[in-house]
Nanobody, 115 residues
Framework: QLQLVESWGGLVQAGGSLRLSCAAS????????MGWYRKDPGKQRELVAV???????NYADSVKGRFTISRDNAKNTVYLQMNSLKPEDTAVYYC?????????WGQGTQVTVSS
């Protein structure tokens, strides 16, 4: 079974920074894409950032210029560096992985940004 394990989020003051990581483990053959989604209660889940196997990166407009997604293929790990955080960034963040077999999700981690 492939599993995605996310690092802890946390409570951050507005303007602060936080880095999330997501490590994939278990049996799998290839990774087509890894990325991050987020969801706040009562709001629709939003794609935050995704990096494809070919290196293409896409960001949500709301985080462009502030968030950076990166990957370490040797470790099967994806990172999300979040800078200049805003209260609107408060959400549960979910790691996502897509391969030839299925789509996988991390457990979710809470990020709270205070004013």
């Amino acid at each position: 079974q492939l599993q995605l394990v996310e690092s802890w989020g946390g409570l951050v003051q507005a303007g602060g920074s936080l880095r999330l990581s997501c490590a994939a483990s278990g049996s799998f053959f290839s990774i087509n894409a890894m990325g991050w989604y987020r969801k706040d209660p009562g709001k629709q889940r939003e794609l935050v950032a995704v990096i494809l196997s070919g290196g293409t990166i896409n960001y949500a407009d709301s985080v462009k210029g502030r968030f950076t997604i990166s990957r370490d293929n040797a470790k099967n790990t994806v990172y999300l560096q979040m800078n200049s955080l805003k209260p609107e960034d408060t959400a549960v963040y979910y790691c996502n992985l897509r391969n030839m077999r299925a789509i996988y999700w991390g457990q979710g981690t809470q990020v709270t940004v205070s004013s």
